[in-house]
């Protein structure tokens, strides 16, 4: 299993380099409560990125504490997702927790857009969306600084509408405030209320979305698409 703590490019802040380095001794000297007590040090005062959330992912998983490294290896993903590194230890974190990898099929032209809107970080996106709308607009109106075929400019459209969906797609991947992991196993409820008949029960470290909320209750949806209820306390969102 790739335990290794490793320092992350894509999607990496830099992280005060006593602190990170006494976090990382601390983890191969196998003193893991401590590890995670300077890693939550630099949560504490800010930081955050692929790196910080990957390394209290592991130190969260020697500890066998599955649903915390579930949610950090699920913000570690927000800000790199195509790293195989998190992805691998997210699987190994959800097997050990007892959760079943489910692959429900999807629409193939979602998954290829899915895949090409996350090649790239959104600020590439921008910046194609950018120069494409730049080269379009001199070719446009009384403007016309250069002289290009129709096609070209048609194809700079396409590309700067393809730029700026994939831009959309990543910032609100980011962002997204519905995306939740469950922290005890916990029973899902028909309706709002813990005296209301019990749907089905789910393990610590599920991923779960928020569809509905009421008082103290949200209305979860599962990977599976089942619905119910359950006491928003008994879980943590997955924010940057």
């Not at 999607?11 to 939550?40: C, M, R, T, V």
């Not at 194809?155 to 992991?181: M, R, T, W």
């Not at 005890?184 to 749907?199: G, Q, R, T």
Request: charged residues 20%; hydrophobic residues 45%; glycine residues 4%.
């Amino acid at each position: 299993m790739k335990y290794l703590v490793v320092i992350m490019i894509l999607g990496y802040l830099p992280l005060p380099a006593q602190s990170f380095q006494e976090a990382i001794k601390q983890y191969h000297d196998g003193q893991y409560e401590l590890s995670l007590k300077s890693w939550n040090g630099l949560l504490d005062q800010g930081q955050k990125g692929a790196t910080l959330y990957y390394n209290l992912a592991n130190t969260y998983l020697k500890l066998n504490r599955y649903p915390e490294s579930i949610l950090y290896y699920k913000k570690a993903l927000r800000w790199d997702p195509n790293n195989k590194d998190v992805q691998y230890n997210l699987d190994v974190a959800r097997k050990l927790a007892g959760i079943e990898n489910i692959a429900l099929p999807r629409f193939f032209l979602f998954v290829w857009f899915e895949v090409i809107a996350l090649s790239l970080a959104s600020y590439w996106w921008a910046l194609i969306l950018s120069i494409g709308l730049f080269f379009f607009v001199l070719n446009m109106g009384p403007i016309k600084k250069l002289q290009l075929p129709v096609w070209v400019k048609y194809c700079i459209l396409a590309l700067s509408f393809i730029a700026g969906a994939c831009f959309y797609f990543q910032e609100n991947f980011k962002a997204d405030p519905n995306e939740f992991v469950l922290m005890n196993d916990h029973a899902i409820h028909i309706s709002p209320d813990s005296e209301s008949e019990v749907k089905l029960s789910l393990k610590a470290g599920e991923c779960i979305r928020k569809i509905d909320k009421i008082g103290e209750w949200i209305k979860i949806t599962t990977i599976e698409y089942d619905a119910g209820w359950i006491p928003e306390s008994s879980t943590k969102r997955i924010q940057l």
